[in-house]
């Protein structure tokens, strides 16, 4: 046994693999079997594409330090209070809806959201809501000078209005047909309990 162990070490220690004859073997197997499924073959490159491009990825993220990877992965500060506006998309010919979208990192102890549809054609107020308690809101609509509609919800004192997301509407009447809404703005102010104040405007553009 030993005797069969030492000429096993010698023979692998004396082998050198001839290197072309294994790549000519290599090419002559690939070849019919690119032919019968040539997707392998795309398959393969798009890998091998995607493992240099993620390893070149990898490689600038470490030479060019953590200011990469901060970009591409940049997000609005959390305690930062969002607005958004939009038309409800379930309006008809004669009747449409605004909607503010108002996200909050946390608590307000003042809120005041502000919704103006301009003036066109037959506008008229048809009601509002929100998804906060009515009490704990007063709100009044307006025409101002330009004959432009005023929505404005105002947080009653001593209120809390909680952290989270929550919706104003704004709906009226128009005449028949679209109506262009890019007269349409709003504008939320707001005060969280640690006295930071926060100021937010936009329009209803699609």
């Known amino acids: 046994m030993d005797e069969l162990k030492r000429r096993l070490r010698d023979a692998a220690h004396s082998h050198h693999p001839d290197r072309a004859r294994i790549?000519?073997?290599?090419?002559?197997?690939?070849?019919?079997?690119?032919?019968?499924?040539?997707?392998?073959?795309?398959?393969?490159?798009?890998?091998?594409?995607?493992?240099?491009?993620?390893?070149?990825?990898?490689?600038?993220?470490?030479?060019?330090?953590?200011?990469?990877?901060?970009?591409?992965?940049?997000?609005?500060?959390?305690?930062?209070?969002?607005?958004?506006?939009?038309?409800?998309?379930?309006?008809?010919?004669?009747?449409?809806?605004?909607?503010?979208?108002?996200?909050?990192?946390?608590?307000?102890?003042?809120?005041?959201?502000?919704?103006?549809?301009?003036?066109?054609?037959?506008?008229?107020?048809?009601?509002?809501?929100r998804t906060l308690p009515a009490h704990d809101f007063t709100v009044s609509v307006r025409e101002d000078k330009d004959g432009a509609l005023h929505y404005t919800w105002t947080l009653k004192p001593g209120r809390t209005a909680p952290a989270g997301r929550h919706v104003f509407a704004a709906q009226y009447n128009h005449a028949e047909g679209g109506r262009d809404a890019t007269g349409d703005r709003y504008t939320v102010t707001a005060t969280t309990a640690d006295g930071q104040q926060h100021t937010a405007r936009g329009d209803f553009a699609p």
């Open 23 to 129: 790549l000519a073997r290599v090419e002559h197997g690939i070849a019919p079997a690119a032919t019968r499924t040539p997707w392998i073959r795309v398959a393969g490159a798009t890998a091998a594409v995607a493992v240099v491009l993620g390893a070149g990825a990898c490689a600038a993220a470490a030479v060019l330090g953590s200011d990469v990877a901060d970009r591409s992965v940049s997000a609005p500060p959390a305690d930062r209070l969002m607005a958004d506006g939009a038309v409800a998309p379930h309006g008809n010919r004669f009747w449409a809806q605004n909607n503010v979208t108002l996200t909050a990192p946390r608590p307000l102890t003042a809120l005041t959201v502000d919704v103006r549809v301009a003036r066109t054609d037959r506008v008229a107020s048809t009601g509002h809501w």
